[in-house]
């Protein structure tokens, strides 16, 4: 089993639609979780981070952590053409930062 | 985030030769970690450094590679020897402290070996 689990899309969305993306992991001891954007050919860039159970909201982006399910989530609102991009998923592993190997989404007008 | 610093930007090196890739954290970040991403493949740890300390490198290849964060100055990736497999994009990341908090990353260098 992958330390972080993300489905590798693409999922296609239509511009004005929500996009969720998802992501599982397997230590249940991580305690902080991390969703990055990367635009081809470009470097990560953080989007959101959560600690605790529940959901965290930011603008457009809403990140929802259920730790007993092992699970992440983001949801983007609104969905613009600008944020087709391959999103990662990635979990505070003991000394290391872990990544999925991210979810592409696509967003049509 | 541009403030992670990571030079050179691009690399070629010819099979054989010595690849060193730099890396200079944020302001106020003393922790760095190198990944390395090939095309259309995530980002796969290899290092995490803190400054003069090696965390975990539980991800570094046994061999040719190895990698620093000296007292003064950036750290260092380095790829002896390499070969065509070796051909990636070498991305940093620093963040404040060990307890993950937020991590940004640097532009990558992009290694092409010939």
């Known amino acids: 089993q992958k330390e972080v689990e993300q489905n590798s899309g693409p999922l296609s969305v239509p511009e004005g639609a929500i996009a969720s993306l998802n992501c599982t992991y397997s230590?249940?001891?991580?305690?902080?979780f991390f969703w990055y954007r990367q635009y081809s050919g470009k470097s990560p860039e953080l989007i959101m981070f959560i600690y605790s159970n529940g959901d965290k909201e930011d603008g457009r982006f809403t990140a929802q952590l259920n730790k007993a399910s092992q699970y992440v989530s983001l949801l983007i609102r609104d969905s613009q053409p600008s944020d087709s991009a391959t999103y990662l998923c990635?979990?505070?592993?003991?000394?290391?930062?872990?990544f999925g190997t991210g979810t592409r989404l696509q967003v049509f007008p | 985030n541009a403030g992670v610093m990571q030079n050179p930007r691009h690399l070629v090196r010819r099979r054989g030769q010595e690849a060193r890739l730099r890396c200079s954290p944020m302001k106020g970040h003393s922790h760095v970690y190198w990944y390395r991403q090939l095309p259309e493949e995530g980002l796969k740890f290899m290092v995490y450094?803190?400054?003069?300390?090696?965390?975990?490198e539980s991800g570094m290849p046994k061999e040719r590679f190895s990698a620093e964060f000296p007292k003064e100055g950036p750290s260092i990736l380095r790829i002896q020897q390499v070969v065509r497999g070796d051909s990636a994009a070498y991305f940093c990341a620093s963040s404040r402290n060990r307890e993950g908090t937020e991590a940004f990353f640097g532009q990558g260098t992009r290694l092409t070996v010939v």
């Open positions: 230590d249940r001891g991580s305690q902080s």
């Open positions: 450094l803190q400054k003069e300390n090696i965390i975990d």
């Open positions: 990635a979990v505070h592993n003991t000394d290391k930062l872990i």
